[in-house]
T-cell receptor
Framework: AQTVTQSQPEMSVQEAETVTLSCTYD???????LFWYKQPPSRQMILVIR??????QNATENRFSVNFQKAAKSFSLKISDSQLGDTAMYFC????????????FGKGTLLTVNP | SAVISQKPSRDICQRGTSLTIQCQVD?????MFWYRQQPGQSLTLIAT?????????ESGFVIDKFPISRPNLTFSTLTVSNMSPEDSSIYLC??????????FGDGTRLSIL
């Protein structure tokens, strides 16, 4: 079974600075997908960024980028120029390459952006 | 991405009663899922809602407690039956197409007294 581990329960960063959230995973599959979701206090789950395991290039979405290290099974999220609205729980998630599309989530990291 | 409407957004219920949560999507989707998020916890998959057939439940979840319907490709319901305080959680539906990431509804915050 796949597992996703987020070792940082909480983090904080000053506004406009850069922060990196860690995620490791365990799987025996070669094809899979990795995601970062953001959950602000409004509780909505918002997709931040997605990475396909077969792509060597790291995904980027505006201020959000990932460092995907397939051999190390590591998938960290970097947030540049942090904004107050980035304050949220961030969940790392995994989907195997099979057809079931089931997401496995990490326990989450609570990120607080301080003014 | 699909627009997902989930109702109700929150409810407070008495123990022993049941509540049905609705999930409506503005386009046809292949997969629909139901998750539970207990207070301060991550999301746990309850079941995959299958169109025209019985839902596929994850370990620890049973149909008698969480009956699910999916009459078509745009709509699903989750019922939380015979509720107890331990069922107080956020319940979220999500949808996905082939090779697409999952997108979530806004969730239903359920409190049982």
């Amino acid at each position: 079974a796949q597992t996703v581990t987020q070792s940082q329960p909480e983090m904080s960063v000053q506004e406009a600075e850069t922060v990196t959230l860690s995620c490791t995973y365990d799987t025996s599959e070669n094809n899979y997908y990795l995601f970062w979701y953001k959950q602000p206090p409004s509780r909505q789950m918002i997709l931040v960024i997605r990475q396909e395991a077969y792509k060597q290039q790291n995904a980027t979405e505006n201020r959000f980028s990932v460092n995907f290290q397939k051999a190390a099974k590591s998938f960290s999220l970097k947030i540049s120029d942090s904004q107050l609205g980035d304050t949220a729980m961030y969940f790392c998630a995994f989907i195997g390459g099979g057809s079931n599309y089931k997401l496995t989530f990490g326990k989450g990291t609570l990120l607080t952006v301080n003014p | 991405s699909a627009v997902i409407s989930q109702k109700p957004s929150r409810d407070i219920c008495q123990r022993g009663t049941s509540l049905t949560i609705q999930c409506q999507v503005d386009s046809q989707v292949t997969m629909m899922f139901w998750y539970r998020q207990q207070p301060g916890q991550s999301l746990t998959l309850i079941a995959t809602a299958n169109q025209g057939s019985e839902a596929t439940y994850e370990s620890g979840f049973v149909i008698d407690k969480f009956p699910i319907s999916r009459p078509n490709l745009t709509f699903s319901t989750l019922t939380v039956s015979n509720m107890s305080p331990e069922d107080s959680s956020i319940y979220l539906c999500s949808v996905s197409g082939s090779n697409q990431p999952q997108h979530f509804g806004d969730g239903t915050r359920l409190s049982i007294l």
